[in-house]
Structure formats: C-alpha cells, structure tokens
Nanobody, 123 residues
Framework: VQLVESGGGLVQAGGSLRLSCALS????????MGWFRQAPGQERDIVAA????????YYADSVKGRFTISRDIAKNTVYLQLNSLKPEDTAVYYC?????????????????WGQGTLVTVPS
C-alpha cells in the first residue's frame, strides 16, 4: 500500500489549504484513515481520523471547527481541509491508513504512512 500526500505549502495566518492523500497498491476494504502532524522537536500527534463509511470522525481539540476530514472511496483518496490556519499549525502532515475499520487515535493504530507534506504558516 502506498500513500502519497499533496497540497502542503506556505499560507498566511487565516488562510486555507486542502491536503490530499491518494492510496494505491493493495487496497483493503473497511479501513480507517487518519491525518497526523509533527512539528520540529515534537511528537507526531493525531489531527483527524475517519472511518470507512465516513460516519465517524475524530478531531483533535486544537483543530475542531477549523479542519475537516473527508474521503472519496471511489478515488481511494482522503482529504483534510485546513481553514483559519494559525502559526501553531506549522508542521509536516502525514496521512495514514489502518487495516482495521475502527478509528484509531494513536500512530500505533495505523499500518501504512505517507511521506508527509509540509504546511507552513508564518507568524
């Protein structure tokens, strides 16, 4: 399974970005997806997650009301819409796929990872 993120970049505070993560290779069914981020010198933390049917989502408190996770099963793609960006959102964002249906909240719940895409919000 390969995951390729795109959509990162430099954006001013208050701006928006949409990250995409395309899956290819051995695609299994009923898998959950997550977005994580890692700032320099910090641990990789979950940002948002979504189950297979998109009826269960999770958001970290720091992004609730600003970020939205969604997925297109037909395109094997998951998205993360980032609105009202803040300097503290600056990080490398990673998408991850789990071989299980339930939404995992830690990195250990995910089996496959993308290479990451950098989001920079200058202060």
């Amino acid at each position: 399974v390969q995951l390729v993120e795109s959509g990162g970049g430099l954006v001013q505070a208050g701006g928006s970005l949409r990250l995409s993560c395309a899956l290819s290779g051995r695609i299994f069914t009923n898998y959950a997806m997550g977005w994580f981020r890692q700032a320099p010198g910090q641990e990789r933390d979950i940002v948002a997650a979504i189950n297979w049917s998109s009826d269960i989502t999770y958001y970290a408190d720091s992004v609730k009301g600003r970020f939205t996770i969604s997925r297109d099963i037909a395109k094997n793609t998951v998205y993360l819409q980032l609105n009202s960006l803040k300097p503290e959102d600056t990080a490398v964002y990673y998408c991850a796929a789990s071989s299980e249906e339930r939404v995992g909240l830690t990195s250990r719940a995910y089996d496959y990872w993308g290479q990451g895409t950098l989001v920079t919000v200058p202060s």
